[in-house]
């Protein structure tokens, strides 16, 4: 049974870090492409960034400050989170990208705020 588990989610101060995990299991994550989605507040979920044999951002906002990378043997996929701004703020999610193919997990919700 393929499953999606998301965490690393949580409060964080503006311009500080975070990291957030997206474990993959019941499938091999180096056979498929790789993203993690964000919903904002009020907002639909959307793809930000995501990674095949190399990255993509898709969100402007994001690049340079986010990094997205994947240990297929592990089956992990990370988003390493930098310069973080209150308009980061949601609940991040991974999913097979750039559209999304797995049942979506629970996802991992972050708050930027002082």
């Known amino acids: 049974q393929e499953e999606l588990v998301e965490s690393g989610g949580g409060l964080a101060q503006p311009e500080g870090p975070l990291r957030q995990t997206c474990a993959a299991s019941?499938?091999?994550?180096?056979?498929?492409?790789w993203g993690w989605y964000r919903k904002g507040l009020g907002k639909q979920r959307e793809l930000i960034a995501y990674v095949g044999n190399s990255p993509i951002y898709g969100d402007s906002f994001v690049k340079g400050r986010f990094v997205i990378s994947r240990d297929n043997a592990k089956n992990m996929v990370y988003l390493e989170m930098s310069d973080l701004k209150p308009e980061d703020t949601g609940v991040y999610y991974c999913?097979?990208?750039?559209?999304?193919?797995?049942?979506w997990g629970q996802g991992t919700p972050v708050t930027v705020s002082s």
């Open positions: 019941g499938m091999i994550v180096s056979r498929r492409r």
């Open positions: 999913n097979t990208a750039p559209e999304w193919g797995i049942q």
